[in-house]
């Protein structure tokens, strides 16, 4: 990016000189230029070679015609700059001295080291003197902070010198005082501490396109507005060959502009005055995701332009390019978590966590990150216009971007978190950004498409991949966010009222043989790899276990004998309690459901599971399989299944034999453990009390 940099900041003082030359140039009409409104014929020369880009502002706005600048003056004389002030201070001076003084000042203007004094004997002669004042003041930008500026009068070229002055100036300032700032405001776009950073160079533009377009709506000057406008069209850009992110961070602070005079001064602008810019901002975004002219560095940064202007201009027009653009923007440059956590498991050495590392902290410090939350409001703003063919092209790379997320979060983790060497840690604040732009997309989703309303119908497909997005992600859910809840409620409300749905919910959980096969992207160097010790992989499955009784009476019998139970009885030994009581759960709910259509299949099945669910329950307890969810489990296989059957025998003989090997032992550890029976709470006293229990529902059958 150095080099983009180094462009970057030609191209910024390109941006500047031809806006400003073109303002001029635009409103020359015949040889005839507009000041004060009143037409003054002047000569019009030939248009001078571009300025070199470091040309101060000062020196491009200053001549009315952009002339070649003038050979440097001799050197002053102390004598004739304290002759010049003299004049100025005294009490009645001549017109014909106030001029010759200003004439000597403005001639060694670059020599000048002004203060609030001599400010106050400059600003009564702006008016009068606008050509020699205007430079001088523009010497000082930071003392004209302090000042309020007569704009009105003035002619157009003083005022351009001046308002350019006053943006460096509060431009500068914006970026020592919001530097720890991290309100999203326009000033922090530019805090950033990378002054290398091009995206941080070119926000400046809108600062100073959003206070120069603000001038002249405060001064009624809208053809003015609209000649800025038509400098920086996508026709300009396509002829003249601009670099569009400083062409995209102008528009931009124009309708900044807008927005805030049409409130401030309760304006209603021409329709057509906002479509100008908003021209702009489409064939950039047009031009960044699907021209592949444009190399990597200049589509990366025309990327985070299009996406960090629109936090600050307001609503633009619906687009389809501009949705795509913000959608590449927020997955690929500010949350590039997957991209993050490759680099760390690439190799098995330390140099990768390290440089992850550094590649993190450097991206939690920059302003993409730091405007990541503003990012996903314009994505789900676009994405509520859009059509549905793009809906589903975003809906889409979305899921995708989460499973992405997943896999490589899961290989990151088992790879580090044995090593405590910090990385995880130091992911966790961008992890949490993924989750929340996930979380509060997948509401927007089910808010437009799982709706009786909709117009694009019933979708039960698009519950699903809610379901799914969201079992990528459990890993990071740190808390249950309104937008999460909300989500859920709605695809779990068409999942329980679908087949079809239900079955696409069923068939998108990993199978077992993947749930027990170490990540693609990871290598353990020899060391075998534990189903039970992937974290990332077991909230997943979780996820999938407290969804899957809300519809398990509409999944097909084939798909809980091949799909569903073996995972159950893969987790249900698991260490993690909050698994293991959701497991159970779910048989529970399977043993008490049922279906008309499949009934006799479904009995069988049922009948054929509750041998290994006894079986692989009571080898796990005590310690591990937890009472609560044996004895519901038990209950269930009693009440649903047909009396007399084998499943129910088999049940009862187990939790006897386990009775008498607990009470056995427990027994030679406490022999006066009988004497205190009722407030025992030993785990032969639970099973001996639900045996008890259960002989009235046996007895009934």
């Known amino acids: 990016m150095q080099a983009g940099a180094f462009v970057c900041g030609s ?49 491009l706005l200053e001549p009315a015609t952009f002339a070649p600048p003038a050979p440097a003056p001799p050197p002053p004389t102390p004598a004739a700059i304290l002759s010049a002030w003299s004049h100025l201070r005294s009490a009645a001076p001549s017109p014909a001295a106030t001029l010759a003084a200003l004439e000597t000042l403005h001639l060694h203007r670059r020599s000048l080291r002004l203060s609030s004094a001599h400010l106050e004997l400059l600003l009564p002669l702006l008016p009068l003197h606008p050509r020699l004042v ?63 950073d091009p995206v941080v160079s070119v926000s400046r533009i809108l600062e100073n396109m959003e206070r120069l377009v603000s001038g002249f709506v ?16 996508p026709e300009k850009c396509e002829s003249e060959g601009y670099v569009l992110f400083p062409a995209v961070m102008a528009a931009c ?13 309760r304006l209603d602008f021409a329709p057509k005055l906002k479509e100008a810019p908003e021209r702009t901002i489409c064939f950039a975004a047009r031009r960044a995701t699907v021209d592949e002219r444009y190399d990597d560095d200049q589509r990366h940064v025309l990327l985070q332009c299009v996406a960090l202007g629109l936090t600050q201009c307001g609503p633009v027009a619906p687009n389809d390019s501009v949705l795509r653009c913000v959608l590449m923007a927020l997955l690929e440059e500010l949350l ?32 993409l990150f730091k405007e990541a ?139 077992c043989a993947e749930l027990t096969t170490k990540p693609d992207l990871l290598t353990l160097d ?37 799909k569903l139970a073996p995972v159950i009885f893969l987790y249900i030994q698991h260490s993690n309690e909050k698994i293991t009581r959701a497991a159970h759960s779910v048989m529970v709910s399977f043993l008490s459901s049922g279906n008309d259509s499949d009934q006799d299949d479904r009995v069988a099945l049922k009948e054929q599971l509750a041998f290994d669910y006894i079986r692989r ?3 796990a307890y005590p310690g591990v399989t937890p009472f609560e969810g044996l004895a519901s489990g038990v209950v269930a296989l009693v009440r649903h299944l047909p009396a007399k059957s084998p499943a129910i025998l088999f049940c009862i003989h187990s939790l006897v034999v386990k009775a008498k090997d607990l009470c056995t032992t427990a027994m030679i550890q406490d022999r006066s453990l009988w004497r205190s029976w009722e407030e025992s709470t030993e785990p032969c006293k639970k099973v001996l009390d639900l045996l008890l229990r259960l002989i009235f529902l046996v007895d009934i059958q």
């Open 11 to 59: 191209l910024v003082c390109q941006l500047l000189r031809c806006l400003f030359s073109r303002v001029l140039s635009s409103l020359r009409r015949g040889g005839v230029v507009i000041v004060a409104s009143v037409p003054i014929p002047i000569r019009t020369p030939a248009m001078p070679p571009p300025a070199p880009a470091g040309t101060p502002l000062a020196d």
């Open 134 to 196: 205007s430079p001088l003041l523009a010497t000082c930008p930071r003392l004209l902070l302090n000042y309020s500026l007569p704009f009105a009068p003035l002619p157009l070229a003083p005022r351009l010198l001046l308002l350019g002055t006053l943006a460096t100036a509060k431009g500068s300032k914006n970026s020592t005082s919001n530097g720890t700032s991290g309100s999203p405001s326009t000033g922090n776009l530019g805090s950033d501490h990378g002054s290398d």
């Open 218 to 233: 405060g001064s009624r000057m809208m053809r003015k507005v609209q000649v800025l406008f038509e400098v920086i069209s």
């Open 253 to 265: 602070g124009g309708l900044r502009a807008l927005r805030v005079a049409s409130v401030r001064h």
């Open 336 to 367: 590039p978590l997957p991209r993050l956590l490759r680099i760390s498991v690439k190799s098995p050495d330390g140099n990768s966590a390290e440089l992850a590392k550094n590649q993190v902290k450097q991206h939690q410090d920059s302003v």
């Open 373 to 511: 939350g503003p990012v996903t409001g314009v994505l789900c703003n676009q994405y509520s216009f859009a059509d549905e063919k793009t809906k589903d092209y975003v809906e889409t790379r979305v899921c995708e971007y989460a499973q992405e997320l997943y896999h490589h979060l899961r290989a990151a983790v088992l790879l580090h978190q044995a090593k405590r060497n910090g990385l995880l840690a130091e992911i966790d604040k961008i992890a949490e950004a993924a989750f929340f732009m996930i979380v509060s997309f997948a509401a927007e989703v089910a808010k437009h498409r799982l709706d009786a309303n909709s117009s694009g119908g019933f979708q039960p497909e698009v519950a699903v991949r809610i379901l799914v997005e969201f079992s990528f992600v459990e890993h990071l859910r740190r808390l249950r966010l309104p937008e999460y809840t909300e989500a859920i409620r709605r695809a779990v409300v068409v999942n329980q009222d679908n087949a079809a749905a239900s079955a696409l919910f069923i068939e998108s959980m990993p199978s």
């Open 526 to 562: 020899g060391t075998r790899y534990i189903c039970y010790a992937d974290e990332v992989q077991t909230s997943r499955i979780l996820f999938y276990l407290r969804v899957m009784p809300t519809c398990i009476s509409l999944i097909p019998t084939h798909l809980i004998r091949d």
């Open 617 to 619: 329950s009571l080898e």
